[in-house]
Structure formats: structure tokens, C-alpha cells
């Protein structure tokens, strides 16, 4: 898998380099910035491009620009972005478009060479990803008034805020150990709870659970 | 009325009645009776007014050129005179008054010509009524005319006609000035001016009309009686420009009882340009503390020309930023002064109470807006250094974890770095700790914190403290960052080669006090760094003082309450 990754601090650049080379991928192109990340998109058509939220010019948001201007250009690269803060309007932000070969995910990640390589891996091949401490953040939130949150038992909770970082059935029973089938059982009994029209695609699950914790 | 003012009209009347008589008594004069009165009318109202107007506006040499004209008509009625030497002075001067009106009209209302082309006018009218009208009589054979040489009657016409051509010039020329300055004036010029300046312009037009007449042989005769009264009547029309300065001071009057009601915030302003007749009179109130004036919202302007300071016992209150016009009636505009001053007085404080407000504002904002700077240097500091620090370790760990298993003789560099990367983010958070409040002085005090200055400062530093208790927090912080913010300007700007910090305690404030022999010249306004100290220090109702003169050192020298 062909990656390209955007990011002004070259210590961390290199190291994710090497990370990734390390995981398997292959990494064919580096950007200190916006322009040159688009460049680099424009010449080796990468699968994924890893960009950093905060890059010069003005050190404030030019990651998400970047990737909404990527997916508008090229829709068929995926964009995980990666940032040091939690921030979960930056990722609604980004998800919002929708959540096609999209990802969130916080620095502190790469300490975990599997998770990471296999969000990266998820995001490349047209899945999404979500940030675990985004998603506990928009679970946990405070809701005024009747919250269905509340009838979810704690195994639909989790099995919940799996679903909204972008995890299939299948890789959601592996996390918890249970077979893809009781995930299922477990999907169709939150759906039921939250009244929430039950999908086939995941895209649309994703979409409608993150919409539906974001309200 | 003052001795030379009785004099002046005495003698007036004296002349007057003289001239008058040689006139009545005149072989000459074809209306002799007419002619008399006429005279003294004239020369009466001339010196009359111009006594009022002297009167009323001693400065202004506009009195004093009506008074002269009065008794230059007089000089001249003597044309009139049987008496051959007194006929020829009289022949001699007997268009001069012409140019004392001229020069009056010219010059109103400030008794000084304007412009190089009101010079060279009054200069030409002085050609044509006095040099050309000498010469004319060198030509004139008449008996009475001692300086006759010869008696030309052609010449005589010719010179006439010339003093006619350029008289009737520079009348309209007159005439067409006068009008133009009356259409450009301010209201309140052209209210006090009107009546002087229309008189005068149709008088010019009236001669020019005149002497064009006798040129072409059609003498206009008896209608030029008409001219005669309108000239008797320019005096009054002057009169009736300085009732109007009256009626101005009937203003003041009213002004009184205006600001005797204690009026509205702004109404004082208002009261005064009704008093004026000034619409756009700004007002300015002195501030002591800065030497300066401000509006009434208490921000600082800069006086235009056009100002007149109010003061009240000798001290400044306010400035009227009035009409250019305005500066013609300086009695009006100290009058109007002294009727306010109380009531500006009153809205002095009021300004000043704002400046101040206006100060304290400006610093909150700078002390705000500085946290705000810092924190985002914090953030920054944070993000670019340990954070980054932090995340490259934390990649390191999960290479490591990776290589452990497939390659662990690889491991072992990966683990430097991952060691490096580690010691580096500490220091960096230790600095940046450090930065933000250094422990030692929360630790050990304002002594404490100082001694290891000398060890972080390029220039040898010579520390004398004299404090033996421990201050109050706040005035710890802020006496530190005084001393290590003087420091950091000493090591920047100042090429110092030595430095010396004192504290001491001094009537209860904490004295601190950094002198540097460098090369002086530093500025308070550039550069946030001392302003921000200055901030500071008065939000805990201390001072800042900075001496630098260039090229014999820096003081910078605080002094804290101690609660």
C-alpha cells in the first residue's frame, strides 16, 4: 500500500516513515506542508495520505483544508489525519463529508505499530477510523432530558463506540472477544434502542451513529 | 473714555469745525452749505467710529485707520480753502482718503493686508493719489496752486485721465477682493464683516463708474452727491459690524444663564458655539498628568492653531478649537472663557477622570492581551518541543516492541533514541516550567531566586538585597520579573560591562533597582517588554521609571507597595 505523508516536524516525518516501511507499507512520498502534499498526491497517486492537523503557515487547521481539498481532487485516496489534540469538532468536521476512506486518529497512536498499521490499512481501503478518546468523548458527553444512551447495557456501550471508530462486526468481535454473530445480535439491539435504521453498510452505520452521538 | 480719546475728538471737532468754515466761506465751492455739512459729517463719522472700534479693539489697527482717513478728509477739504497755501495742501491730499478707505477695506478686519496683491493695489492707489496728483499740479495754472511751474491745460487733462484709468482699476480690483474674501469667510466672519464689505465694494464700484464717466465726458453731476452719503455712511456700517460683536457679547449674557442651569454632558459645548456663533467648536480639557489635552471622552488631541486656552487662576483648563474667524474678537473669546471656566472646570474632571479611565483600560488590555501571548508561547513551546518529543518516543517504543521479536540486535539503537528523546522532552518541560513561574522563588523567595541570576547573566552582576523578610507574593513575582526582564534588555541592547541590582525597602515600598553602565538610550514605548513591566507593576499601585540617556547607562527602577 502506497503512502505519502505530510507533517513540518521531520522527526516525526522520519519516524513514521520508518514506522510504516517497518508495518509493511510503502511510503513514496513526504510534505512539509499543504501545497507540497498535494504535489506529492498529484505525482505518485498514493493509497492513503497521513497528514498532520497543524502545519505552516499558520500552524492552525491547514491538515483538514488539505484533506478536504484531497477529496475533492481525488477521491479515491484515502486521508487519515492525525493530530496531537482531541478535538472532536475538527472530526466531525472531517467525517461529515462522509466517512469513506477517512480517519481520525491522535498522535499518541503510533506507539501501537499493529493498531496503527491497520487503521492506516482501514483507511486505505475505504473504511474509516475514529479516534477511541474522540468517540468516549462524544459517548460520555452529558445529554439533557430522556437519554436512550442509558438503557444501553455496558456491552452495547462498547460494542457501540466500536462501531463509531469505524470497526467492522468482525473486527469488533476480535476487540471483544465474542463471535461476528453476537456482534450482530448486539448492532441490531442498539439500533432498536436508539431508533436507528438498521443498514447493511457500514459506511452508513458509521455515519447515522456518529450523526446520532454528535446531535 | 480715556484722555487721548478726548483729545483725538476734540481736535476732530476743532478741524472739523475749521474746515467747514472754509468751505462756507469759499469763492470755490458751488453748494458751499451742502458741501460744509457735508465735510463735517464725513470727517466726524470717520474719526467717531474709529475712536468706537479703538476702543473696543485697542490691538486692531482698523480704529485707528478710520480715525486717520476722518482727519485726512478734513486735510483734504481745504482744497476748498481761499487761502492759497492751505489750497494747496488741500489740492495735494484731496484723494488720499480714498486710499485710507481703500487700505481700511482692504485690510478689514484685522487692520493688516493679506495678500502681495492688496500691497500692490494700496501702492498703485498711492501712485495715482499722491504722485500722479502732484504732478497733475505742476500743470494746473490755477492762482491758488502755489506749485504750479506751468499751466498746461492738455497736460492737466491728459494726467486726469490717466489717475481716472488706473483709479477706476484699482477700484474694481478693490471692490472685486473685497467680495471674493466676504464669499470665502466663515459664518462668523461674514456676519461681523457684512455690512463693512458690501458699503465698501459698491463705494469702489460707484468711483470706478464715476471716473469712467469723466473720462468719456459725461461728468455723472449731481448723483455723485449719492457717493458722498454712502461714504458718510461706511463709518456707521463699520458700527454696525461691532454692534454685532455686541449683540455677541449679549450672547455671553446668555451664556450665563445657560450654564447656570447645569447643563447636560455635551450641553456645555453647545452652549458655547451658540455663544460663538461657532457650529463646529471643539473643546479640549487640560491633563496635568500628561502634559496635554483630551476630548471630552478623555483621548488625547493634538491642539490645531486655532485654539484659545481657557485658564483659571493661572491654570490651564480648557482649549476652545474655534473658527479661524474667531481670533479676530479675542475680547469676545476671553469673555466667553471666563463665563465657562467654571462650567469647564467641571468637565475638566470629567475628562480627566476619563483619560484616566482611558489608561487604566489600555492596561488592562495589554495585560490580558500579554497572558493571552504567553499562553500561546506556552502551547507552542509545549507542541513543538515535549509533545513532539513525547510522540517520537512513543514511536519508538512501538518499533522497538516490533523489533524485539523479529530483529532484537536491532533494538539496541532504537532504544537510544528512544532514551534521547525521552531526556530531551524533560528538559524541555523543565525549561519551559522554569519559564513560566521559576520554582525557587515560590520555594525560597525573592533573595533565593535573584542569587542564581548571576549565574545566567552574561554581564559580570553585582546583587546587593537588603531585605530581611519575606515580601508579599505578588510583590515578589513582580519585583523578580522586573529584575529578570531588565537583565534580558541589558544582555540584548545595552553592551554593558557591568550590571547592578539592588533591592532594598524604602517608606514601605520594596525598592528594586537595576543599573547598567551600557549605552543608554532605551525607550519604554518600544518594545513591549518594559510596558508589559510597567503593566505590572502599577496594577499593584507601584511605579516604573526608566532613565537611559544615550550613551551613559540604563536605570530601571520600581518601586512596589507592600501591601
Known sequence: ?215 | MKPIDVAVATAALVAGAAVSVAVFTSDSADHAVRTGVLTLVIGLSWVGAGLVALHRRPENRTGLIMVATGFIWFVAQLGYADNHLLNTFGTATELLFILGFAYLLLSFPDGRLHSRFERVLVAIGFLVCVVLQLTWMLFDGDPENLIAVTDSPDAEAAIENVQRAIGSVVSISTAVVVVRRWRRASAPLRRAAEPVLWAGAASFVALAVSAVNDIVGQPLGDIEWLWWVVFATVPFAFLAGLLRVQMARGAVAQLVLELGRAPEPGGVRDALARALGDPELRLAYWVPERNGFVDAAGRPVELSADATVVARSGRRIAALEHDPALSEQPELLASVGAAAALALENERLNAELRARLEDLRASRARIVEAAELERRRVERNLHDGAQQRLVSLAMSLGLLERKLETDPEAAKPILRDAREDLATALQELRELSQGIHPSLLTERGLEAALGELPLRTPVPLELEFSIGERLPVQVEAAAYYVVSEALANVTKYAQATAVRVRVDRVDGNALVEIADDGVGGADSSRGSGLSGLADRVEALGGRLALVSPVGRGTVVRAEIPCG
Open chain 1, 1 to 215: 500500500m502506497r503512502v505519502v505523508l505530510a507533517d513540518d516536524a521531520v522527526i516525526l516525518r522520519e519516524g513514521l516513515a520508518r514506522l510504516l516501511v517497518e508495518a509493511g507499507f510503502d511510503v513514496v512520498g513526504q510534505a512539509a506542508d499543504a501545497d507540497e502534499l498535494l504535489e506529492q498526491i498529484e505525482a505518485r497517486s498514493p493509497d492513503v495520505a497521513i497528514v498532520d492537523i497543524r502545519m505552516p503557515p499558520t500552524h492552525t487547521d491547514e491538515g483538514l483544508q488539505a484533506a478536504a481539498e484531497i477529496r475533492a481532487g481525488h477521491p479515491s485516496v484515502g486521508i487519515l489525519v492525525l493530530s496531537q489534540y482531541v478535538r472532536p469538532s475538527y472530526a466531525l468536521e472531517l467525517l461529515s463529508h462522509g466517512t469513506e476512506g477517512v480517519g481520525y486518529l491522535l498522535k499518541d497512536r503510533v506507539s501501537d505499530l499493529e493498531e496503527l498499521a491497520s487503521s492506516v490499512r482501514r483507511v486505505g481501503e475505504g473504511g474509516s477510523v475514529l479516534d477511541p478518546s474522540v468517540v468516549a468523548q462524544l459517548v460520555e458527553r452529558p445529554r439533557s432530558g430522556d437519554d436512550p444512551l442509558e438503557d444501553l447495557t455496558e456491552r452495547e456501550r462498547e460494542v457501540l463506540s466500536l462501531m463509531a471508530e469505524g470497526r467492522s462486526n468482525k473486527a469488533i468481535g476480535e476487540r471483544l472477544f465474542i463471535t461476528e454473530h453476537t456482534v450482530e445480535k448486539h448492532v441490531k439491539s442498539i439500533l432498536g434502542k436508539l431508533r436507528l435504521p438498521e443498514s447493511p453498510d457500514d459506511h452508513r452505520r458509521v455515519l447515522a451513529v456518529l450523526t446520532y452521538l454528535s446531535a
